[in-house]
């Protein structure tokens, strides 16, 4: 299934794992031409994050990431409807929150009639790689996608400008 994401209302060009079409600015918001690509569930995601908006923790002062974007049909033009977006992330040490109740830098929600979609975060940080001294996997946003009839997607938002992107 092909879908296409569009970011908006941040300073930051985000891009998906394997996705280097154009990617431009309207002086609104990007636009892009390239389906997204698919990647792993992989080791951290967690089933049951709650229903919301803003994934930062009580009392967060850092900056803020509006993260928001349109889901499309297969035609690249249909809003997709109720489309389920589960979201998740690394807290500010690295590391990713699998236990607690709180369910740090967690979050789903539904898609609006017109598709659209909208998390407040914070932008992560380069991820630690385990065993590995001094390497680290580049700050990326995981995403997952479902919708009924279809197959869900599986995909992950990184930053350019990032230092860890071309290693």
């Known amino acids: 299934m092909q879908r296409r994401k569009f970011i ?13 079409g154009n990617i431009r600015w309207n002086d609104n918001h990007f636009i892009g031409n390239t389906a997204t690509t698919t990647d792993i569930l992989g080791p951290f995601y967690r089933p ?3 229903f919301r908006t803003n994934l930062n923790p009580p009392g967060f002062a850092g900056s803020i990431l509006d993260l928001s974007g349109t889901i499309l049909n297969d035609d690249g033009k249909t809003p997709a409807r109720e489309c389920m977006i ?18 740090l830098y967690r979050a789903r929600q539904k898609t609006n009639s017109n598709g ?23 700050a990326h946003i995981h995403l997952r996608i479902s919708s ?7 995909t992950q938002i990184y930053f350019q400008g990032d230092p860890y992107l071309a290693t």
């Open 116 to 138: 659209r979609y909208h998390f407040i975060t914070t932008l992560p940080v380069p991820e630690p790689v385990p065993e590995r001294d001094n390497v680290f996997r580049p």
């Open 86 to 103: 589960e979201i998740w992330q690394n807290q500010q040490n690295g590391l990713y929150d699998n236990i607690t109740d709180d369910f």
């Open 48 to 50: 049951g994050a709650p």
């Open 8 to 20: 908006k209302n941040t300073s930051l060009i985000a891009i998906a794992a394997g996705a280097f």
């Open 148 to 154: 009924k009839g279809q197959q869900d997607l599986i």
